[in-house]
């Protein structure tokens, strides 16, 4: 390995850790945006109240609290992983693996709305949350349960759950995004919301979301109505 080589590869196991140990919360199992402070038990000081995420403050979104890209940052990690141990066969990623698995299974749990997925979750109460999530939080999200679905490091459970989700995601999808709703997956509460127009928007890659969550819907169940 060349100096070069071995600097880079440093600099990754640095990335790696500091993010498992300033951005990662084993409360919720998810990842949250931003450091208010160096110190590791204060990392997370300024992310908001049970109270706040309640009234909505000081967004429908979340933009920034902290708490606006907990279900990308998961579908980006479990991708990662994956990766990881395609690369290295290190079968110590299954124990990263289902910390990641658990954050995705719980964003999607704690909302009434069939197939509706939080950006993320209060830490101070696990259950909190924004009502509007985006299109590229469900992106992600469904980018990662479709490579950890694939990848030895899943077990039959963790499947069996995974498409349950991505067809309740799917279903969700078949019923919002019509011309009656301008297109949108709606808000927690079913009216179009923000960046949540899946049809007719801007962008090639933009237009190409919906369909990707269809195959995956597909790949993942078998069910060919997607």
Request: a negative charge; proline letters at 4%.
């Amino acid at each position: 390995m060349t100096s070069t080589e071995q600097q880079l590869l440093d600099q990754a196991e640095c990335a790696w850790r500091i993010s498992w140990e300033r951005y990662f919360r084993s409360e919720t199992n998810l990842f949250y945006d931003y450091l208010s402070s160096q110190e590791p038990a204060h990392s997370q000081d300024h992310l908001p109240t049970v109270e706040e995420v309640q009234r909505q403050h000081p967004n429908i979104c979340g933009w920034g609290t902290g708490m606006e890209d907990s279900a990308i940052s998961a579908g980006v990690w479990m991708s990662t992983i994956c990766d990881r141990f395609e690369v290295t066969g290190d079968d110590a990623m299954k124990g990263w693996a289902d910390k990641v698995w658990a954050g995705m299974a719980l964003l999607m749990k704690v909302s009434k709305s069939p197939g509706f997925l939080p950006r993320s979750v209060c830490l101070a109460d696990g259950e909190s949350h924004y009502i509007n999530s985006s299109r590229d939080q469900y992106t992600h999200y469904c980018h990662g349960l479709w490579r950890f679905y694939h990848s030895p490091l899943a077990d039959d459970a963790q499947r069996a759950a995974m498409r349950v989700i991505i067809a309740d995601i799917c279903a969700r999808m078949e019923r919002n995004v019509v011309s009656e709703k301008d297109y949108s997956f709606c808000r927690e509460d079913d009216t179009p919301g923000l960046v949540d127009r899946m049809w007719e928007t801007w962008g090639a890659h933009e237009w190409a979301r919906l369909p990707m969550i269809y195959a995956i819907g597909w790949d993942l169940t078998g069910d060919e109505h997607w």
